[in-house]
């Protein structure tokens, strides 16, 4: 268990559109799948820049927690992902398979 907080991407009218949950501390696990942050965007609201918004405000918020690197964790086949962390910054570090699936893990600078 670490301090760990979940943040929503909420329009005027209370509409949901994403979350992020945000981890201070790394534990053995965390380090290899999960990271310091995990998010989604809800299918309808895909593609709009959401992703990228809300990202950039959760790493601002582990800057002022004083993390100096994030680490996100991603399946290979989630594009859309990568290429969010790719466009924040992200830089792949290595990647491990998981039950026949690819995982890749992203190191951002803050």
């Given at each position: 268990m670490v301090r760990a907080e979940t943040l929503f991407l909420v329009e005027d009218n209370g509409?949901?559109?994403?979350?992020?949950?945000?981890?201070?501390?790394?534990?053995?696990?965390?380090?290899?799948?999960?990271?310091?942050?995990?998010?989604?965007?809800?299918?309808?609201?895909?593609?709009?820049?959401?992703?990228?918004?809300?990202?950039?405000?959760?790493?601002?918020?582990?800057r002022t927690s004083g993390i100096t690197r994030a680490l996100v964790t991603i399946t290979r086949d989630n594009k859309a992902a990568q290429k969010t962390i790719r466009k924040i910054g992200g830089k792949l570090e290595?990647?491990?398979?998981?039950?026949?699936?690819?995982?890749?893990r992203y190191w951002i600078s803050l």
């Amino acid at each position: 268990m670490v301090r760990a907080e979940t943040l929503f991407l909420v329009e005027d009218n209370g509409y949901i559109i994403g979350a992020i949950n945000l981890r201070y501390a790394m534990t053995d696990d965390l380090l290899k799948l999960g990271g310091h942050m995990s998010f989604g965007i809800r299918p309808e609201e895909r593609q709009k820049g959401y992703a990228f918004i809300m990202v950039k405000l959760a790493l601002n918020r582990l800057r002022t927690s004083g993390i100096t690197r994030a680490l996100v964790t991603i399946t290979r086949d989630n594009k859309a992902a990568q290429k969010t962390i790719r466009k924040i910054g992200g830089k792949l570090e290595n990647a491990y398979e998981s039950n026949g699936t690819v995982i890749d893990r992203y190191w951002i600078s803050l």
